[in-house]
């Protein structure tokens, strides 16, 4: 079985090796002139290759079609990553929220390790640029590069999204698939920084919050919401739980959205009020800028005593017990206007691409073009940050290159 992988990032090496090991001849076309770009930066570097999870907290992560990908979950899920790393002399380790880490904190190590099985294979791993997947009588007979022609049994198309275009993600899969007669769901930047808040992201820019949660609300709907990590930049909000709460936001371009942050969840307002209280009561003659240092890191209080309505150099002791319980609901509800998502060259992964109604999910098989078979991020399924878009990579991957490698057509 001669099986052309087109695209060496994860869901396409993971393919060939899969494809390569169940005895087929693989040949992989990268464009790039080295294979996995775009995964040597996930995980800012640090390689975060999946989560340690089960099966239903995976498709529950994964918004984008996440039903969809049950079989390939099933056949290949965190427990297969983790194991097969580790088989490949890559240890793992668990972080917080269940994200797992080579030991090393290296992601080039994951792309090297599957470089050296790939050629421990015999894996050919061609430099081209393809521009047709070949076809005659619906079925497919090989691809045209720019370089020449390869002919074929199977073509597994892994050519990635429009995410991270730098790293060779720039959408042209699309146009593969699209020429045979599949359909391409829009695509929109996902895990994404989210835009607007007027002049406040610019005031605060470089601000990390840490164990705040956030609420994010479309025309008095409750979206999204989640605990964790945010920063400001210098036009809205980025950070761990903005990104995942962008999935739901820029898939249906919920603009403008509102985002809450609660500054303390671990406090109700009522136990807040009483923090507040003896904060003021240690602090009564000074101006109620200065007495807020406990509470709020520093480059926040001006923002802070600005929304409040209360005078910055006003007297704590002046301060009515009004005043003070609006003040403490402010800090359980500072709120934002969001009116964009980020642009695709600031996105990790994208949201949309060849509709999943045409490919079985059992196989990654086309529906539409014999011999056709799709993995990873060139598909419309795509999840939240924290290792569930490669473990959609490693498993459809798998998927895609145990079924093309079979002689069943």
């Known amino acids: 079985m001669r099986i052309i992988v087109i695209g060496a990032g994860a869901a396409g090496m993971m393919a060939a090796v899969t494809a390569a090991r169940a005895g087929a001849d693989v040949t992989l076309i990268e464009r790039n002139t080295r294979p996995g770009m775009k995964l040597n930066i996930t995980g800012k570097g640090r390689g975060n290759l999946t989560n340690d999870c089960d099966l239903q907290t995976l498709i529950a992560n994964t918004p984008g079609n996440g039903r969809f990908l049950y079989s390939a979950f099933s056949g ?3 427990a297969d990553t983790m194991a097969f790393f580790e088989s490949l002399g890559i240890p793992v380790k668990v972080e917080r929220g269940n994200r ?24 050919r791993l061609l430099h081209d640029k393809v ?17 020449g022609t390869y002919s074929c049994d199977r073509v597994i198309l892994a050519a990635g999204g429009q995410s991270y275009p730098r790293t060779g993600s ?21 895990l994404v920084p989210l835009l607007g808040g007027g002049d406040v992201p610019k005031r ?28 400001f930049t210098a036009n809205g909000v980025s950070g761990p739980v903005i990104l995942s709460a962008s999935a739901h936001v820029a898939r249906d371009q919920k603009f403008p959205c509102t985002l809450s942050i609660d500054l303390k969840p671990a406090l109700d307002e009522q136990t807040l009020d009483r923090r507040v209280l003896r904060d003021f009561e240690e602090n009564l003659n000074r101006d109620f800028a200065n007495a807020l240092h406990k509470l709020l890191p ?14 910055p150099d006003r007297k704590v002791h002046e301060i009515t017990r009004a005043e003070r319980l609006s003040f403490v609901h402010l800090i359980k509800h500072f709120t934002l206007e969001i009116t964009s998502a980020g642009p695709f060259r600031e996105a990790i992964i994208t949201a949309g ?29 795509d999840a939240y940050t924290g290792g569930f878009n490669l473990q959609i990579a490693w498993s459809t991957g798998v998927c895609a290159g145990s079924a093309a490698a079979e002689r069943n057509d």
């Open 76 to 78: 290949f899920g965190p």
């Open 100 to 123: 797992v880490f080579p030991v090393s904190d290296r992601a080039m190590d994951l792309s090297a390790a599957l470089e050296r099985e790939l050629r421990h294979l015999g894996v």
């Open 131 to 147: 521009v047709n997947i070949d076809c005659t009588d619906g079925r497919v007979t090989g691809v045209t590069g720019a370089g």
């Open 170 to 190: 720039d959408g042209s899969g699309y146009a593969l698939a699209s020429a045979l007669g599949h359909t391409i769901v829009p695509t929109r930047p996902s």
């Open 204 to 231: 605060l820019e470089g601000l990390s919050l840490r164990n705040i949660s956030i609420e994010i609300a479309y025309k008095g709907k409750s979206l999204y919401t989640d605990f964790g990590e945010m920063v």
């Open 298 to 311: 520093s480059k926040l209080i001006p923002v802070i005593v600005e929304r409040s309505g209360i005078a």
């Open 353 to 381: 691409g060849v509709s999943v109604r045409e490919i079985d999910p059992k196989t990654m098989a086309s529906k539409l073009v014999n011999g056709l078979y799709f993995a990873g991020e060139i598909m419309d399924v």
